[in-house]
Nanobody, 122 residues
Framework: QVQLVESGGGLVQAGGSLRLSCAASGRTFSSYPMGWFRQAPGKEREFVTAISWSGGSTYYADSVKGRFTISRNNAKNTVYLQMNRLKPEDTAVYYC???????????????WGQGTQVTVSS
C-alpha cells in the first residue's frame, strides 16, 4: 500500500514558479512509476507528467512541455514537480499518483494523493 501527500501549492502570479512535492509512505515507492495530474473546476482530470520508477524516463503533456519538470528521489520517497513560467490556465488542483502501469490515463494509477491547489493570477 502506498499513501501519498502533496504539498507546495499556492497562489502565484503569471510567469512565476512553484515546486510541488509528493511524499510517499511504503517501502514499495521506488518500484512505482509516478504521475502528476490536475483538475480544474468543471473539467476532467488531465495528465500533466509522469516518471518511470528509476527516473530515467519522463513524459509530459504538450501544454506543459518545456515549462514543467518532474523528478524523483527514491531515497526520500518523494516525487517533485517544478513548475516554471506558470500561466492562468495552469490553475487547478494538482494530484500525484502511483501506479504499476504509470501512463497518461487516471485508470492506470491505483494510489492518489488528496491534491494541492495551484492558483495562477493574471
Amino acid at each position: 500500500q502506498v499513501q501519498l501527500v502533496e504539498s507546495g501549492g499556492g497562489l502565484v502570479q503569471a510567469g512565476g514558479s512553484l515546486r510541488l512535492s509528493c511524499a510517499a509512505s511504503g517501502r514499495t515507492f521506488s518500484s512505482y512509476p509516478m504521475g502528476w495530474f490536475r483538475q480544474a473546476p468543471g473539467k476532467e482530470r488531465e495528465f500533466v507528467t509522469a516518471i518511470s520508477w528509476s527516473g530515467g524516463s519522463t513524459y509530459y503533456a504538450d501544454s506543459v512541455k518545456g515549462r514543467f519538470t518532474i523528478s524523483r528521489n527514491n531515497a526520500k520517497n518523494t516525487v517533485y514537480l517544478q513548475m516554471n513560467r506558470l500561466k492562468p490556465e495552469d490553475t487547478a488542483v494538482y494530484y500525484c499518483a502511483a501506479g504499476r502501469l504509470g501512463g497518461q490515463y487516471p485508470y492506470e494509477y491505483e494510489h492518489w494523493g488528496q491534491g494541492t491547489q495551484v492558483t495562477v493570477s493574471s
